[in-house]
């Protein structure tokens, strides 16, 4: 298993360098030009030549992209052509915004999204079942940004209950967390459901019933145990997807996120800033994936004895090999 953790983390260097080249040639190759949306369109032609040489805009596009990743090897992401500030510096005191809507929006989607899905396995075609199941395909049809809109203006301001702006405090929070975990927390219970339903019928469960076992027990120990494989899925591919969805949220909310920056950084063509926010994302999207294969192992021990059969059989081959 250690090996395997190992060549994963290897694996994620070529993913950012591919996502880096993808995103370095879409924005080189988008027709603005960096030094009008910042230095304005009355910036006379010395201006302009001034300030491509100093960021290096007037060099070809491949010596551009070396020069970022030579800097990016050192730690250095740049320099942003609109603030004038670190790349890294600008992340790293906004980060932490966007990890605490990831987060809160995670722990959401898992305890919520889990115990919906398991009420609903638990009471099939009940009436709750069938509004729940209704409720939650209204809530997956909505879109983040009118969602977020709604929510202000129903609870903030019309009602007051809730602040519509801001990520001081737990009061400013709620509204943020509940845009970004809504559509994963419908299409985890909806996985939590199915895969309930599958074990609450196998043989083992009536047996764990017809021995006396108390229904929570079983459902904790035995249901929810051997259905987690596919929750875990979807968990790990919405704990991923939280990032994309805080650009959204961060600009409906105005959360000084890297999300809000990012959209920042577009609409001034500001590529170090766009590369940093997309390099860090790609980063953390590809540790939750990482971490959810070992959760894979931890559940399911019999993928981590796969694995390690798998190595057992290479260790024989090549031991049969050499006495021969």
């Excluded at 070396?66 to 730690?75: I, P, V």
């Excluded at 890297?258 to 953390?284: E, F, H, Y």
Aim: charged share 15%.
């Amino acid at each position: 298993m250690y090996r395997y953790i190992v060549q994963r983390l290897i694996m994620i260097i070529p993913i950012l360098i591919l996502v880096s080249i993808a995103i370095f040639l879409l924005l080189s190759l988008s027709p603005n030009d960096p030094a009008v949306l910042i230095l304005g369109a009355n910036a006379s032609d010395l201006e302009l030549d001034m300030f491509r040489a100093q960021h290096g805009l007037d060099k070809p596009l491949h010596v551009q992209y070396l020069n970022y990743m030579l800097g990016l090897l050192h730690g250095d992401m740049g320099e942003s052509y609109s603030t004038m500030q670190d790349v890294s510096y600008m992340i790293k005191i906004r980060i932490g915004n966007t990890m605490i809507l990831c987060a809160g929006a995670c722990v959401l989607i898992t305890i919520l999204g889990v115990l919906l899905g398991v009420s609903m396995a638990l009471r099939q075609n009940s009436i709750y079942d069938n509004i729940a199941r209704v409720c939650v395909l209204i809530f997956s049809a909505m879109p983040q940004f009118w969602l977020g809109m709604m929510l202000i203006l129903l609870l903030a301001v019309q009602w007051g209950i809730l602040p519509p702006q801001g990520f001081s405090t737990i009061r400013h929070m709620i509204l943020p967390w509940i845009c970004t975990a809504m559509g994963g927390i419908t299409v985890v219970s909806r996985t939590t459901r199915s895969s309930m339903l599958e074990v609450v019928h196998q043989d083992y469960i009536r047996t764990a019933r017809a021995k006396g076992l108390k229904e929570g027990y079983i459902v904790r120990k035995h249901a929810l145990k051997n259905s987690l494989l596919p929750i875990i899925t979807v968990l790990g591919r919405y704990v991923g997807a939280s990032f994309g969805g805080a650009v959204v949220i961060e600009n409906v909310f105005q959360i000084n996120g890297i999300g809000n920056m990012m959209v920042t950084g577009l609409r001034q063509k500001d590529i170090p800033l766009v590369m940093g926010c997309v390099m860090i994302s790609a980063l953390l999207i590809a540790i939750v994936n990482l971490l959810t294969d070992i959760a894979y192992a931890y559940v399911d021990p019999r993928i981590k004895s796969q694995y390690e059969g798998k190595k057992k059989k290479k260790k024989s081959k090549a031991k049969e090999v050499s006495e021969a």
